[in-house]
């Protein structure tokens, strides 16, 4: 009999990739929960907004939320959240950045 020399990772990684409708169920609910959100609200949103807030995209949604408040704020694509959380969710910053592609 052959040895399995796969790694606690590459299972993982192969069990996600099987089950992967599951495997993001239980993550996001996992994050919310972490985050001290209320799932049910989440889940709700994620039903009734099918497009990113702020560019439109209907690709790889995902919920945002205040990091401060930690209030659900809408559904954003995974560039617009990522480009928020570059910004530190500061209006100050992304004003300027507003500006500076006005130039």
Request: charge should be positive; proline fraction near 2%.
């Amino acid at each position: 009999m052959e040895k399995s020399f796969t790694t606690e990772a590459c299972r993982h990684r192969r069990w996600r990739k099987e089950n992967q409708e599951k495997y993001l169920r239980g993550n996001r609910f996992n994050t919310w929960k972490r985050l001290g959100l209320d799932p049910e609200e989440a889940e709700h949103l994620r039903e009734a907004i099918k497009e990113c807030q702020i560019c439109g995209s209907i690709e790889n949604l995902h919920v945002d939320h205040c990091h401060i408040s930690n209030k659900i704020r809408g559904m954003l694509c995974r560039n617009c959240n990522h480009g928020l959380g570059n910004f530190k969710d500061d209006p100050l910053l992304l004003q300027r950045a507003l500006d500076y592609v006005r130039i």
